[in-house]
């Protein structure tokens, strides 16, 4: 961006990079704005007039019957003299482009009108969604924050922030509201997280959805009816599916989240596991050519931003060859090793 660029509103409407500053779906994007904004001040009543556009048009696609086309036609056809100048052809012309006009701009009044309350009526559901390898930082409007995983999605309503449904991967540290004692809520697939303020980790991959509480207290609400209650230290794993719950103590300084800081950490965990998470967050199919690379074991941190340097480090503490090839990995060994 330069100088010559008019910064008003239809500059930020086409451009994409604001487009996905103002959605929060690409980290350099939402960091560039962040900065650009606090360099040019002067700017942000029309950068907030363009986020609102951006976030919040969302047409609802039903058009107005006939019915009301013809009412509207109706009450604008009588006020017109079509009539008044018969005998030149160029006055006839005119008289009737000034129908066609009046009309047309008649039904696009109807239109306009009908699609705007269709705009506002359904203007009620905010949703973060990242790409494959991308990590967000959010800040929801109660204050709490949360840190959403590659291919993951977010969604609340407008007027009730507190209850959120999540697809993917998250971690959430909640902001109590200690004057109402407002509670908040992560909905998922096979239960329903309820907290106060409290920081927490809620992984649905995999067909389940795993929950590890790292401060605070929470209870869960499965749907199967049951609930239960959650400490520090502890993870609980439910399948909607399978009604497969594993409630058990884990070690507090396993990194069930360090995903968030762009790497992830692994201690003695088979190869098959670890593949688990780059097939979720980056959209990926694995292949092995022999079971046994499954139970390879692995140790220490991965970065999981970028595929590539991710794939090299496996392979270096695995010993591995891993192709790449559209969609799908391929595990295989490597003849060096």
Partial sequence: MDNKHKFDLQYFLTDASFK??????????????????QSHPEYLETVENAKSIVTGINFNQ???????VNNALSEILPKLDIDSSTNKKTKKSRSLN????????AVLLVLISYTSF?????QSTTIHKTN??????LKLPDGTSVVLNGNSEISYENDNPR??????EAYFKVKPIPSTNAKFWVVTNDLKVEVLGTQFHVNTRKQKTNVVLDEGSIHLEFKNGEVTKMIPGEMVSFSNDSE?????????????????????AFNEIPLEDVMLNLESTY????????DSLKQIPISGGIPNQNLKICIAAIEKATGTRIINKGNILRVQENPIY
């Fill in 20 to 37: 996905n500053w103002a959605k929060g779906l690409n980290k350099n994007d939402i960091t560039y704005w962040n900065n650009w904004i």
């Fill in 62 to 68: 039903n058009y107005p019957s006939s019915d009301k």
């Fill in 98 to 105: 000034s129908v066609i006009f009046t009309s047309a701009a």
């Fill in 118 to 122: 269709a705009y506002f009526t359904n």
């Fill in 132 to 137: 494959f390898g991308e990590i967000i930082d």
């Fill in 163 to 168: 209850l959120l449904h999540l697809k993917g």
């Fill in 244 to 264: 497969k719950l594993v409630h058990k103590k884990v070690d507090i300084k396993t990194p069930y989240a360090l995903w968030r800081g762009g790497t992830y």
């Fill in 283 to 290: 959209g990926l199919e694995v292949e092995y050519s022999s």
